[in-house]
C-alpha cells in the first residue's frame, strides 16, 4: 500500500463546478504538499501545510493532522485548471526533506 | 529567481549509452533533490544533496547512477549503460533549508528520457 493515495485517479467537470480531490496518507509527516503538472512535465508548488486551511485565489487545501486526510478544493473551475494534482508528504520517518509523492489526479475542465 | 532550470528537456538515446543531465537550482538554494516519474505515477525520490554533500541515495538509484554537485551550485546525475526501464521523466528540485524549516520546493520542467 502506498504510503500516500490519491482520489479520484481521474476527475472530469464542466466549468463553473466546484470540485475536490483527496490525499490521505498513512506516515506522520512535518508537511504535505500540493502540486500542479502540467502536460510536459512542470511541477508547481501551490500549497504547502502542516495544519488547517489555506487559500490562495479559487484554491483552498485543507487538511486534518488527526484524521491523516488533505483536501484540495477549487472553486468555480475553469479549463486552464485542466492539469494533474499531485499530494506529497514530508514523512518524519525520512530524513532531508524529501517528499514521498501520491499518484496524483487528472482533472479535466470542459467549457 | 529564474526558477529551476534542467538541460536537456527531452534525450532519445540508445540502450547502452550513457546520459548526462544537469540541474541549475536557484540561486540562493541549498538543498538539490532529484526525483524520477514514469508515466502516469507520481515521481519518486533518487537522492539529495545539501550543498556540495549528497547526504541520502534512494534504493532506486542502481549502481549505474551517480550523481553530483561539486561546488554546491549546478547539479549533474549520469546513468551509464542506459536499460529501457531508466525511461521516465527525471525531475530536479530545489528549496532552502534555514534552521531546520521546511520550504516549499522549486522543480524544474524535468528531462525526458527516452531509451530506444
Known amino acids: 500500500k502506498n504510503e500516500v493515495e490519491q482520489s479520484p485517479q481521474n476527475l472530469t467537470a464542466q466549468e463553473g463546478e466546484f470540485i475536490t480531490i483527496n490525499c490521505s496518507y498513512s506516515?506522520?509527516?512535518?508537511?504535505l504538499h500540493w502540486l500542479q503538472q502540467h502536460p510536459g512535465g512542470g511541477i508547481v508548488s501551490l500549497f504547502m501545510?502542516?495544519?488547517g486551511k489555506k487559500k490562495h485565489g479559487r484554491l483552498i487545501a485543507t487538511i486534518n493532522i488527526q484524521e491523516k486526510h488533505s483536501s484540495l478544493h477549487i472553486t468555480a473551475s475553469h479549463p486552464r485548471d485542466s492539469a494533474v494534482y499531485i499530494c506529497a508528504v514530508r514523512s518524519l520517518e525520512t530524513s532531508g526533506s524529501r517528499l514521498t509523492f501520491g499518484e496524483g489526479t487528472q482533472l479535466t475542465v470542459n467549457p | 529567481d529564474t526558477g529551476v532550470s534542467q538541460n536537456p528537456r527531452h534525450k532519445i538515446t540508445k540502450r547502452g549509452q550513457n546520459v548526462t543531465f544537469r540541474c541549475d537550482p536557484i540561486s540562493e538554494h541549498n538543498r538539490l533533490y532529484w526525483y524520477r516519474q514514469t508515466l502516469g505515477q507520481g515521481p519518486e525520490f533518487l537522492t539529495y544533496?545539501?550543498?556540495?554533500?549528497?547526504?541520502?541515495k534512494s534504493r532506486l538509484l542502481s549502481d549505474r547512477f551517480s550523481a553530483e554537485r561539486p561546488k554546491g551550485s549546478f547539479s549533474t546525475l549520469e546513468i551509464q549503460r542506459t536499460e529501457q526501464g531508466d525511461s521516465a521523466m527525471y525531475l530536479c528540485a530545489s528549496s532552502l533549508i534555514e534552521s531546520g524549516a521546511d520550504q516549499p520546493q522549486h522543480f524544474g520542467d524535468g528531462t525526458r528520457l527516452s531509451i530506444l
Open positions: 544533496f545539501q550543498n556540495e554533500a549528497q547526504l541520502e
Open positions: 506516515v506522520g509527516i512535518s508537511a
Open positions: 501545510l502542516s495544519s
